[in-house]
């Protein structure tokens, strides 16, 4: 069962846009994480941010968690082309259990 | 540099062959974890271990078995190869529990 789901399915921005994909997840996480998928490759872990955390950046991104609604925000500023790619999120137990995703945001940016 | 490779690439198959897909880390990580990703369902897991000789059942492990004899590999043999195992699949590891995994860059199955 996927723990993750996120919104939308798809994104399509101009450069220089913000991108936003929401996350909402089921059961109780330590913590929750953010990974890119290009096409064809594997995934690359992004940023995770831990569930007595409320908001967490890196660079040109930057992540929410609302533990009351079960719900993370991933917000990517000032998009470029090469951040066009699939965005997965993924709830983790911490030392015990394992990630489960989400089916992913496919985000598209066009120059 | 450490990394955690997959092979192969590519493989087709015949129906009820066995297949194993080969899943090699240098990361030296504890955890190692064997995801399937299809159209519409996203990363389901199949099998994981926690180190050396421990494996356990993912969301979706019939008909895939892994074993763990050292902390470098962890095999996925498919014991009878079916059209729904065509799929993509990952191969990850991480250092400690659900913190951050690093992901192989996949092998494509095909089942004819």
């Known amino acids: 069962s996927q723990q993750g789901e996120e919104d939308p399915q798809a994104l399509s921005i101009q450069e220089g846009e913000n991108a936003t994909m929401n996350c909402s997840y089921k059961?109780?996480?330590?913590?929750l994480q953010w990974y890119r998928q290009n096409s064809g490759r594997g995934l690359v872990h992004l940023i995770l941010?831990?569930?007595?955390?409320r908001e967490k950046h890196s660079g040109r991104l930057r992540v929410t968690l609302d533990t009351s609604k079960k719900s993370s925000s991933l917000l990517i500023t000032a998009s470029r082309a090469a951040d066009t790619a699939s965005y997965f999120c993924?709830?983790?137990?911490?030392?015990?259990?394992?990630?489960?995703f989400g089916k992913g945001t496919k985000l598209s940016v066009k120059p | 540099d450490a990394e955690i490779t997959q092979s192969p690439r590519h493989k087709i198959t015949e129906t009820g062959r066995q297949v194993t897909l080969a899943c090699h880390q240098t990361?030296?990580?504890?955890?190692m974890f064997w995801y399937r990703q299809d159209l519409g369902h996203g990363l389901r897991l199949i099998h994981y271990?926690?180190?050396?000789?421990?494996?356990n059942k993912g969301e979706v492990s019939d008909g895939y078995s892994v074993s763990r004899s050292n902390t470098e590999d962890l095999p996925l043999t498919l014991e009878s190869a079916a059209s729904s195992q065509t799929s993509v699949y990952f191969c990850?590891?991480?250092?400690?529990?659900?913190?951050?995994?690093?992901f192989g860059s996949g092998t494509r199955l095909t089942v004819v």
């Open positions: 990850a590891s991480s250092e400690q529990g659900t913190y951050g995994y690093t």
């Open positions: 059961t109780s996480i330590n913590n």
């Open positions: 941010i831990r569930s007595n955390e």
């Open positions: 993924a709830g983790g137990g911490g030392s015990q259990g394992n990630l489960i």
């Open positions: 990361w030296n990580h504890n955890n």
């Open positions: 271990s926690y180190g050396v000789h421990d494996t």
